[in-house]
């Protein structure tokens, strides 16, 4: 086991160093497409596995980090390079048998990590190289857990019966990637549903069986436009797209009073203005609203609508809503299942807490629901790790042993679904 945990550990590093955010794992996508075909996987990447994107990064954006790498690859990675990241590999042991599929999300948030010595990926030389990104939700190693998994499972594949589908998916951070594999198919043919993060609350020796409490959740660009003019000599002229904003942010946190269910929202970016001395023309904001339930998420909505047109209105300016990404609620925890399965991994050994409350959003929701509506079963794992600071913190990092368990979670529910 400590051979699993060094090339688990050293794996997970690799990742670490090249983190990239939703939309542009170039670098992350071939690597996983590497490993994959190292183990002996068919697998499917572009714009096959993708329907419509949602929250994607400008074209400037997404050409200049396109353009300051040097990728190569001995297939064909254009269509990775437009955006469409992501993987999904499969293997047909041709034994009768479910078809078996796990989802492990691949991207990194945008901040900056942190170089100070206390933070161990800077004093161990695995901090990331890209200054703009970083793996401060454990998303590095899911993908750990999922190659690691996937070698597992062509090395068993004699021992094995039915399908299995290994789905590598990019943007999750704002609830974006899940939505696009789901409407290409991805997990149209899945009796199962596998899915997990580290951390989350649960600490390092507990594994999480059955998570309850995904929030709806809808994540929204909000932009301004009214007309420039000198502040100073004719201010009557100007149309302040700025005040608009400012306006609109603090009466959309009003909103959050609902009898039904519990609701959040956050103005969580303001950009505005070019100068002191005129009058601001654009205004650009991004908000995110959750609900307890879609009824509520739906209503708060409608609510953000009204403020917005309102402010827009109040300062006589035009303004636009895209969504940038969101995801349902999960409310169809299936008790009988996660019981199932978490019997058995007691017998195997494992400390289980079984509906632990996510509080929170992930979009593994959209996959998570088609595989019911389908007639399937989905299971989602919280994978116990202490963590040196919280998710999405600059300082982030988990407890290393936590890989192990996961891997060991997952292919013991592997056996038990294929008795």
Known sequence: MDSLRKSMSKMRREFHRIAEPGWLEFQTTVRVI????????????????????????TEKEMREYRDSLSLEADYDISEILEGYTGVVA??????????????FDIDANGIEESYDEDHRPSRENFRSKNDFAMHA?????????????????????ENLRGKFVLIFQPAEEGVRGAKSMVSAGVVDELDYLLAGHIGLGVESGTLGIGTVGFLATSK?????????????????????ALLAAASCALNLHTLTQFST?????NVGVLHAGSSRNIVPSKAMMQIETRGENEEVN???????????????????????????????????????????????????????????????SE??????????????????????????????????????DTLVMAFKALTKTVELLLK
């Open 34 to 57: 590497d490993y994959l075909k190292s183990y002996g996987y068919e697998v499917e990447y572009g714009k096959g596995i993708h329907g419509e994107r949602m929250g994607l990064p």
């Open 261 to 265: 269910g519990m609701s959040r929202l």
């Open 363 to 400: 979009d593994v929701t959209f996959m998570m629901n088609r595989v019911e509506e389908n007639g399937g079963k989905a299971l989602h794992f919280m994978f116990g790790s202490d963590l040196k600071a919280a998710h999405h913190n600059n300082k982030f990092d988990f407890d290393e």
């Open 90 to 103: 499969t293997l047909d042991t041709g034994r009768e048998g479910p078809t078996i599929g796990m989802r």
């Open 298 to 360: 739906e209503m708060l909505k409608e609510k953000v609508s009204h403020v917005i047109e309102g402010s827009a209105k109040a300062f006589d300016v035009k303004y636009k809503v895209v969504q940038a990404g969101g995801a349902p609620a999960y409310n169809t925890y299936d008790k009988e299942f996660a019981d199932k399965v978490s019997e058995y991994l007691k017998g195997e050994g494992f400390n289980i807490d079984v509906a632990r409350a996510l509080g929170g």
């Open 220 to 240: 929204l660009d909000v932009y301004f436009e009214g007309v420039s003019s000198h502040a100073g000599a004719a201010p009557e002229l100007g149309k302040n």
């Open 137 to 157: 939700c454990g998303h590095d190693g899911h993908m750990t857990i999922g190659l690691t998994v996937a070698k597992w499972i062509m090395d068993e594949r």
